[in-house]
């Protein structure tokens, strides 16, 4: 950021939101892991954090944080740009 326009608290303020997500996530993910039965299969159980850190992590950050549309517009524009380069 040194000798940009882009200052420290703008990097901090677009990597708020994702970091509070993921935490979140985490925080979620430690209070449940200890539920899951522990004769599961390691890879079962692998699979159960999994799903969950990544429903409250997309959860927090698109609904709770707001950030869906944001989302929407980006893959949408991602999308288009792939089929434009495509041809």
Do not use: N, W
């Not at 993910?29 to 159980?45: D, G």
């Not at 990544?54 to 698109?62: C, E, K, N, S």
């Amino acid at each position: 950021v040194h000798g940009t326009v882009v200052r420290l608290r703008d990097v901090l303020l677009v990597c708020s939101r994702p970091l509070l997500a993921a935490a979140t996530a985490a925080f979620v993910t430690a209070i449940v892991a200890p539920m899951i039965p522990e004769h599961s299969s390691r890879l079962l159980q692998l699979s159960i954090e999994f799903s969950i850190v990544l429903f409250v992590y997309l959860f927090v950050l698109l609904y709770v944080l707001g950030q869906k549309v944001f989302f929407l517009v980006f893959i949408s524009s991602v999308i288009r740009f792939k089929s434009r380069t495509a041809l």
